[in-house]
């Protein structure tokens, strides 16, 4: 799958217009992890290089949308996220208070030539999740090309991602580019013995992914809530642990005694769920009512560390238990450390199953790590992505 790349076109002097996906993990008003960021700085440097005038446009968070409410504004403006993109590529940020109107065009008009301006929530708008064309204009009036370099968003139907490419001349960013090529080479030429490890939520979309890749995957890893419910639809006991009955009775017409799929044969439970909780390792078909199930088992990670051994292509989504708990992330760590160390091709992608990965120091070790855990799930299981979609049109 190819796409038409910003790097193959002149912008000198053009107002460039790049959707980004900044919505990064913050905690007490403190950026926790700038990985995104970080990724998106190549295409922003070779446009920088190439004397184009940037304009980037992010959303953070879930704010309510057309609200006018100073504290809702503050706690959703991405003022801190500009704040950190000009620390990482070491380059001054403007940062504009609206994404539309008077104020962008007014500033837009005075730049120059390298400079990078980043407009505010575009998630402040309701035209924004609505796909609103009015919306849209008002955003591609501000540039002569647009460019997606977002790809863990681009499988919403959104204004900035699907709809302003009716208006512009639009490319992919390098990085989203990347996303495409790998993860479509992924699927259509993986290399053999290819293992799929999921774990984590979205359990409708990983059920698909199974499908999808079922007859190509050589090995099936469960863990963490999908394995909850897969092992609740077989009848067996998985206590307190969260479940969606409709999912659980979807999946109770499924067949999953194939020997491709590798289920927990142990799991670390505990009687609630904090990082005090006093935690114990049960068989699986073991566990008691009031317990919650919250990590694999040591016996599991062995399993899979033996599965994994022998695999020449990793692709892996979703956390293996709660990892974000210590008490319960040494299921995930340890499999993230066996990825780590195999000479496969191994594809990693999710914030948890990332953040694990980080954590660890292993990044460096990782062929492949996707920025979109969402976005890489529907692009594997076949799902439409009208970012990518609306990039592939012909103009």
Known sequence: MRLRTIDKINVKGKRVLVRVDFNVAMEDGMIEDDFRIK???PTLRLLVRKKAKIILITHFGRPPAGTTNTKARAAFSVRKLARRLAKDI???VHFVSESIGPLPH????KMKP????MLENV???KGEEQNDEEFARGLASLGDIYVNEAFSVSHRAHASIEMITRFLPSYAGLLLAKEVAVLHRAYMRPKAPLVLAMGGAKIETKIKLIERFFDKADNILLGGMIANHVLQAQGIAVGKSKLNSEIVEKLKKVNWMSTKIHLPVDVVVAKKIS???ISKTVGVGRVAENEFILDIGPDTSALFDHIVANARMIIWNGPLGLSELAPFAAGTEEFARTVAKSKAFTIVGGGDSAASIDKLGLSKKIDFISTGGGAMLEFLAGEPMPGIEALQRKK
């Open 90 to 92: 070491k380059r001054p």
């Open 106 to 109: 007014a500033v837009v008009a």
């Open 39 to 41: 990724k998106a700085i």
């Open 114 to 117: 390298g400079e990078i301006v």
């Open 275 to 277: 990082v005090d909780a």
């Open 123 to 125: 998630r402040f708008h």
